[in-house]
């Protein structure tokens, strides 16, 4: 409640202070040189401001760089990890020579071509030849980015069906997640929503008939075994829930009522990821500032 009063006593008083400015404004004598037209003085004004808009804009993308650069994920503990960061970072160094470029430009034009008395600005209807750079780059770009990322994506979707990969089913639900083994068979039993059985302890609405359901091991905890692929077969009881692995670049939606899918190869241990965690955090007690 405090918040809310403290809010609109802030809109109340910006409300007055700019009344109070247009009054002002009002009350002032008309002079020859009032006029809703800006001159020389204000464009140039504008045009430097434009400029320091720039600057500073470049400012924030390098101090965001410099002071959050070091939450960006790290080497992938995924086989396919490798492939997803090459797209993103080819995707992200196209985007910020492109954004680097086009501002530039933009802030220079505008203060370059400000208004000034006496200049007349230049029409012409058309350049074909203009016209066809910023079309054909912009395609060939677009299409080489489209043609790898649907490389990548069939790489990391598409799975050999010879191969012998371990089979877990990730059981999403307010507010927890389940892990369902694939046994010694490596498959999966039926389960169906309209079999869950709290009295019974079946709440992940395992098939008991299914004689493939009898050997699953469900469990709280994710174990993977590392350089062998694992086959994700995600449900969710409820609403919709995101199985979100950064670390293995995994990402896929749990949705009430179908099977989505997904799978990866780990290459990282447990043991070679502690080590990592361990430099990571002696660098940094070595630059923590004295308390």
């Known amino acids: 409640m405090t918040a809310l009063l403290t809010i609109a006593i802030l809109v109340v008083v910006g409300i007055a202070i700019w009344q109070v400015t247009k009054i002002f404004e009002l009350t002032q004598p008309l002079s020859k040189e009032d006029t809703a037209i800006a001159n020389d ?31 960006v994920l790290r080497t992938p503990a995924s086989e396919h990890g490798t492939d997803y960061d090459n797209l993103m970072w080819i995707s992200l160094v196209i985007i910020f020579i492109v954004q680097f470029v ?3 430009l933009l802030h220079y034009f505008a203060f370059k071509y400000r208004g000034q008395q006496g200049r007349k600005a ?40 010879e191969e012998e990969a371990l089979v877990v089913e990730i059981y999403a639900q307010q507010f ?19 079999l869950i059985d709290i009295d019974r302890a079946n709440v992940l609405g395992v098939d008991e008939a299914d004689p493939n359901a009898q050997d699953d091991i469900i469990t709280k905890e994710l174990h993977l075994p590392v350089n062998k692929r694992v086959i994700f077969k995600i449900r969710s009881q409820d609403v919709l829930h995101s199985a979100y692995m950064p670390h293995f670049r995994a990402q896929m939606n749990c949705v009430p009522g179908m099977v989505t899918q997904f799978s990866f190869i780990p290459t990282v241990t447990t043991s070679e990821m502690r080590n990592k965690t361990s430099k990571s955090c002696n660098r940094l007690k070595d630059v923590k500032p004295n308390s």
């Open 122 to 161: 230049l029409f012409f209807a058309d350049n074909d030849k203009l016209e066809m750079i910023w079309t054909i780059i912009p395609v060939i770009t677009l299409a080489g980015l489209i043609l790898y990322g649907l490389y990548t994506w069939n790489t990391i979707m598409n799975v050999d069906e």
């Open 41 to 71: 003085k204000d464009n140039k004004i504008n045009g430097y401001l434009m400029f320091a808009f720039l600057v500073f804009l470049y400012g924030l993308m390098l101090f965001s760089i410099w002071n959050y650069g070091h939450f």
């Open 176 to 194: 927890s997640w389940t892990a369902r083994y694939a046994g010694t068979d490596n498959v999966l039993g039926d389960a169906n929503v309209r």
């Open 102 to 104: 086009t501002q530039a």
